[in-house]
C-alpha cells in the first residue's frame, strides 16, 4: 500500500470552470476525510464519508462544493464556478475507526486565475 | 466550539540542540485526542506524536516527546537533538470523541514554522 493518494497535484483553472479532484485512501480505511488549506494556515475540516455514506459537512462547504465516494473507496470532491477565493491545497486523509490519528495524502494544489 | 492555538509562528534552532514548540486549546470535552503533525515543503501532512487525553503519561516517539498539561490546557512539543530534516511547518491539532457528535473534525493551529540551523 502506497499510502493516500491524491490526483492531480496542481490544477490550474480560470474562474467560473469546474474542477474535480480525486482521493484514493489506503484500502482498509473506511473513514474519509476532506480538508482545506490556505497560505498560513492550518487545514480546515471540509466533509468526511464512513464508507460510501457522508456522515458530515462543514459549513465551509458551499453549494458549490460536492464530495462523493461511491463504492467506498475513493472519493471525488468537485467544485462548480471556481472563484479566486477557493485557491488552496486540498488535503484528502483516511482513516479506521477509532484510530484517532489520520494518515494525509499529499494534496491537489488549486489556483484560480 | 474548540480552538487551537499556536502562539509561535516561527522557530529557530541550532542543529542538535533542543527546541519546544507550544500549543493551548480550548474544549469542555474530557475525551480527546491531541496531536503534532509535520508538514515538510513536500507538503504532505506527517504524524509526529500522539496523546490520548486519558492518558496523564506523556507520549514520546524517539526524540520527539510532549508536555501535556490537561488542566491548563497545554500540549508542548519538545525535539530533542534537532536534525537539518525537522525543518518543517508543525501543526498541533485535536479531535473530541465526541462520541455522537463530530467525528470528522480534527481541529489545526495555524502552525509554527521550524528552521533548524547547521
Known amino acids: 500500500d502506497t499510502g493516500v493518494s491524491q490526483d492531480p497535484r496542481h490544477k490550474i483553472t480560470k474562474r467560473g470552470q469546474n474542477v474535480t479532484f480525486r482521493c484514493d485512501p489506503i484500502?482498509?480505511?473506511?473513514?474519509l476525510y476532506w480538508y482545506r488549506q490556505t497560505l498560513g494556515q492550518g487545514p480546515e475540516f471540509l466533509t468526511y464519508f464512513q464508507n460510501e455514506a457522508q456522515l458530515e459537512k462543514s459549513r465551509l462547504l458551499s453549494d458549490r462544493f460536492s464530495a462523493e465516494r461511491p463504492k467506498g473507496s475513493f472519493s471525488t470532491l468537485e467544485i462548480q464556478r471556481t472563484e479566486q477565493g477557493d485557491s488552496a491545497m486540498y488535503l484528502c486523509?483516511?482513516?479506521?475507526?477509532?484510530?484517532?490519528?489520520?494518515?494525509f495524502g499529499s494534496g491537489t494544489r488549486l489556483t484560480v486565475v | 466550539a474548540q480552538t487551537v492555538t499556536q502562539s509561535q509562528p516561527e522557530m529557530s534552532v541550532q542543529e542538535a540542540e533542543t527546541v519546544t514548540l507550544s500549543c493551548t486549546y480550548d474544549t469542555s470535552e474530557s475525551d480527546y485526542y491531541l496531536f503534532w503533525y509535520k508538514q515538510p515543503p513536500s507538503r504532505q501532512m506527517i504524524l509526529v506524536i500522539r496523546q490520548e487525553a486519558y492518558k496523564q503519561q506523556n507520549a514520546t516517539e524517539n526524540r520527539f516527546s510532549v508536555n501535556f498539561q490537561k488542566a491548563a490546557k497545554s500540549f508542548s512539543l519538545k525535539i530533542s537533538d534537532s536534525q537539518l530534516g525537522d525543518a518543517a511547518m508543525y501543526f498541533c491539532?485535536?479531535?473530541?470523541?465526541?462520541?455522537?457528535?463530530?467525528?470528522?473534525?480534527?481541529?489545526f493551529g495555524k502552525g509554527t514554522k521550524l528552521s533548524v540551523k547547521p
Open positions: 491539532a485535536y479531535k473530541g470523541m465526541n462520541y455522537g457528535g463530530s467525528q470528522g473534525n480534527l481541529i
Open positions: 486523509a483516511s482513516s479506521l475507526p477509532g484510530q484517532g490519528s489520520y494518515t
Open positions: 484500502s482498509e480505511h473506511n473513514r
